[in-house]
């Protein structure tokens, strides 16, 4: 962290809007140049990385448990429909169990420096949108293998993003301002992503959901990740607009998320020094 004081020092922004805006580019570029430092393949590897998951997954869920060959999901369909799913729930899995570390990883910067402490769990998020976007070369390499051409359809792409990313942010700062004072919470978080994946219709289809009882439907249902995926998939893979029901409940977990996240990290900020 003893660049990032000295590049503050220099930096002549006139208001708080741009110091912030500076300093999320400082930290999202030293997060980049950290993760590819001293690898071979450097950025490749983001994506090489989910489309070696999407072969493996694809080859084990399709052939033992049948995935691809029964209901909606054709099996030329279930390599797409299984890489959109995972590079998306992988931007929530990923920022939130950065974010949640993130105040306590810059300690030394916070008791040095005066800077809005949001900036840290919001600049996690924003860097797993940047491993996003070359995961998007990853997608888009399976639909040119399997001859599937993209749609004007994809323009509702951006909103999707925007909310997925107001839903991270919301979520992000609930958890760094809460782990400051509870630390287990980084160990029940990690459980917390396991379970949530099961429950959501990555590797799985959710043509199983309509076979589930009332009760079950309706949670499986208000998954936030569930509609996240869904809204992707319906302009990737089915090739349609968003249906209107997914946009709202996206729109709704994503303010509703924020709202929590920003007034419970607001609450508690001003004691982090005592505990950091």
């Not at 003893?2 to 741009?18: E, F, R, S, V």
């Not at 869904?230 to 968003?242: D, G, S």
């Amino acid at each position: 962290m003893a660049d990032i004081p000295t590049t503050l020092k220099a930096t002549h922004a006139k208001n708080d809007l741009q110091k912030d805006i500076y300093i999320l580019k400082q930290l999202v570029t030293r997060d980049f140049k950290r993760k590819y430092r001293r690898s071979v393949l450097g950025v490749v590897w983001s994506v090489l990385n989910p489309l070696l998951m999407m072969i493996v997954m694809a080859v084990v869920f399709s052939t033992i448990f049948a995935q691809g060959r029964n209901g909606s999901v054709t099996p030329e369909l279930y390599p797409l429909y299984l890489i959109i799913g995972n590079v998306t729930f992988t931007v929530m899995s990923d920022s939130t169990s950065q974010a949640l570390m993130s105040i306590i990883d810059n300690s030394s910067l916070l008791k040095k420096v005066k800077v809005h402490r949001f900036v840290f769990p919001v600049q996690k998020v924003l860097f797993s949108l940047v491993n996003f976007g070359f995961s998007l070369i990853a997608v888009a390499l399976v639909m040119l293998w399997f001859r599937i051409m993209p749609t004007w359809h994809l323009i509702w792409l951006p909103v999707c993003l925007a909310l997925l990313m107001v839903f991270c942010m919301g979520l992000g700062l609930m958890l760094s301002a809460l782990t400051v004072f509870f630390r287990d919470i980084m160990h029940l978080w990690s459980v917390v992503i396991t379970a949530w994946t099961y429950f959501t219709p990555i590797f799985w289809t959710d043509d199983y959901i309509h076979a589930m009882p009332s009760v079950v439907q309706v949670l499986m249902y208000g998954n936030p990740m569930y509609n996240f995926l869904n809204f992707m998939r319906q302009i990737f893979l089915w090739q349609t607009n968003p249906e209107p029901v997914t946009v709202a409940l996206c729109a709704g977990w994503a303010v509703v998320m924020f709202l929590i996240g920003y007034l419970i990290f607001h609450k508690l900020e001003h004691r982090f020094i005592l505990y950091i």
